[in-house]
């Protein structure tokens, strides 16, 4: 669970203490709304920040004008700042990948807009943003996720019966660690994948093979599409109670 209280400095800068998790996904000292990379993503650059409350002038400001207004448009403060939120992580990512920029709105399948040439994927949990960007032909997707007891009442909705039936043999991580991990990575599946594919996509579709799921470590758990052409690889990290899911699809051949 993300537990901070805030305090402010001097010079006025807002200041977050987290006290559990996170030093990888939203850094231990970090001004709210400030980014910073997430090491070893396997599938390109990934930046995530603390964006709680209303967006600082400065961030909105920041982002293209066209950007700009389609936040204004949006019905909510709150869905206003996690769209700014995960805008501030994207516009990060793509200039880590490339000198284009065109504003980043959403498709009509709800997918964030990203200069010609690259692939980015943006999610958000509570105050937590993040985005990944990179330079390829096929499609990404990232999500994150905080882990709660409860989310254990979600397996029969999230695993196949054959990930039901690895679970039972697993003794090394807790039924909600393992179906967090499964929900978050087929929600970076389901984001990688073309409009087409993603159209009724079932949980039961994808069949993960997560082998291990060790602390702060990037792990690669093997995925079958088992209702689908794509392939896909994938990514997870597991900081605390947070889990970060990446998934790249393969371009067509
Ligand atoms: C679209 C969906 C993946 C979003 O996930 P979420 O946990 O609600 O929210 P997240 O914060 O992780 O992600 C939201 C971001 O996903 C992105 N997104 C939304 N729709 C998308 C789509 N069709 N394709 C790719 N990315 C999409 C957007 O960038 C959005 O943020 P933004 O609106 O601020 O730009 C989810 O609502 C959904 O529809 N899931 C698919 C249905 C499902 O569960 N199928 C089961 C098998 S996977």
Same mark, same amino acid.
């Given at each position: =669970?993300?537990?901070?209280?805030?305090?402010?400095?001097? *010079?006025?800068?807002?200041? %977050? #203490?987290?006290?559990?998790?996170?030093?990888?996904?939203?850094?231990?000292?970090?001004?709210?709304?400030?980014?910073?990379?997430?090491?070893?993503?396997?599938?390109?650059?990934?930046? /995530?920040?603390? %964006?709680?409350?209303?967006?600082?002038?400065?961030?909105?400001?920041?982002? $293209?004008?066209?950007?700009?207004? !389609?936040?204004?448009?949006?019905?909510?403060?709150?869905?206003?700042?996690?769209?700014?939120?995960?805008?501030? %992580?994207?516009?990060?990512?793509? /200039?880590?990948?490339?000198?284009?920029?065109?504003? =980043?709105?959403?498709?009509?399948?709800?997918?964030?807009?990203?200069?010609?040439?690259?692939?980015?994927?943006?999610?958000?949990?509570?105050?937590?943003?993040?985005?990944?960007?990179?330079?390829?032909?096929?499609?990404?997707?990232?999500?994150?996720? %905080?882990?709660?007891?409860?989310?254990?009442?979600?397996?029969?909705?999230?695993?196949?019966?054959?990930?039901?039936?690895?679970?039972?043999?697993?003794?090394?991580?807790?039924?909600?660690? !393992? #179906?967090?991990?499964?929900?978050?990575?087929?929600?970076?599946? !389901?984001?990688?994948?073309?409009?087409?594919?993603? =159209? *009724?996509?079932?949980? $039961? *579709?994808?069949?993960?093979?997560?082998?291990?799921?060790?602390?702060?470590?990037?792990?690669?758990?093997?995925?079958?599409?088992?209702?689908?052409?794509?392939?896909?690889?994938?990514?997870?990290?597991?900081?605390?109670?947070?889990?970060?899911?990446?998934?790249?699809?393969?371009?067509?051949?």
């Amino acid at each position: =669970m993300l537990i901070f209280r805030t305090s402010t400095g001097k *010079d006025g800068t807002i200041w %977050c #203490v987290v006290r559990a998790p996170s030093p990888l996904i939203v850094g231990a000292l970090r001004p709210h709304w400030t980014t910073a990379e997430v090491a070893g993503c396997p599938f390109g650059v990934l930046v /995530a920040a603390l %964006c709680p409350g209303r967006a600082p002038d400065e961030v909105v400001a920041s982002l $293209d004008v066209e950007e700009q207004a !389609y936040a204004n448009a949006l019905p909510s403060s709150s869905r206003r700042s996690e769209w700014l939120g995960g805008r501030l %992580c994207l516009a990060k990512a793509i /200039a880590r990948c490339s000198t284009v920029r065109s504003p =980043m709105l959403s498709t009509t399948s709800g997918a964030a807009v990203l200069p010609e040439g690259l692939a980015g994927s943006v999610s958000h949990k509570g105050a937590v943003a993040v985005a990944l960007a990179a330079q390829v032909r096929g499609g990404l997707g990232v999500d994150v996720e %905080c882990i709660s007891e409860r989310d254990a009442s979600l397996e029969r909705k999230v695993l196949t019966a054959a990930e039901r039936a690895r679970l039972r043999e697993r003794t090394d991580i807790s039924a909600a660690q !393992y #179906v967090t991990a499964h929900f978050s990575l087929k929600e970076a599946i !389901y984001k990688a994948l073309e409009p087409k594919e993603q =159209m *009724d996509l079932e949980f $039961d *579709d994808i069949d993960i093979q997560l082998v291990t799921l060790t602390q702060q470590v990037w792990l690669s758990p093997a995925v079958k599409l088992l209702t689908r052409q794509s392939v896909v690889r994938t990514g997870i990290l597991l900081d605390g109670d947070w889990v970060l899911a990446a998934a790249l699809r393969e371009p067509c051949a």
